[in-house]
């Protein structure tokens, strides 16, 4: 049984930068990589970052340039820092292990079950 948990989150002005942090236990080889999440007022979840197997990350459009996602096995942990943030960057942050599967392409899912997630706000 995967258990993730999400810290790091806060308040912080427009420009500012925060580190997420994701620490991972149990057994996670039967998945195809960790990913963050994220999901606004209102909104539906999106994914932010995809760290996959191979080495490959993934970014959403939005967060391309300012938010790196990285990896430390040796602690089990996965981390996104967030650099130049925006407004729009407010929500519950969120990680997850993913599952890959191909249709014509590939494409990542993730659990069903979500941990409690850290919140991000990010003043104008």
């Known amino acids: 049984q995967v258990q993730l948990v999400e810290s790091g989150g806060g308040l912080v002005q427009s420009g500012g930068s925060l580190t997420l942090s994701c620490a991972v236990s149990?057994?996670?080889?039967?998945?195809?990589?960790l990913g963050w999440y994220r999901q606004a007022p209102g909104k539906q979840r999106e994914v932010v970052s995809l760290?996959?197997?191979?080495?490959?990350?993934i970014y959403a459009d939005s967060v391309k340039g300012r938010f790196t996602s990285s990896r430390d096995n040796a602690k089990n942990t996965v981390y996104l820092q967030m650099n130049s943030l925006k407004p729009e960057d407010t929500a519950v942050y969120y990680c997850?292990?993913?599952?890959?599967?191909?249709?014509?392409?590939?494409?990542?899912?993730?659990?069903?079950?979500w941990g409690q997630g850290t919140q991000v706000i990010v003043s104008s």
């Open positions: 997850n292990v993913v599952r890959q599967y191909y249709n014509g392409s590939y494409y990542y899912t993730p659990l069903d079950s």
């Open positions: 149990g057994s996670i080889f039967n998945f195809n990589g």
């Open positions: 760290i996959l197997s191979g080495g490959i990350t």
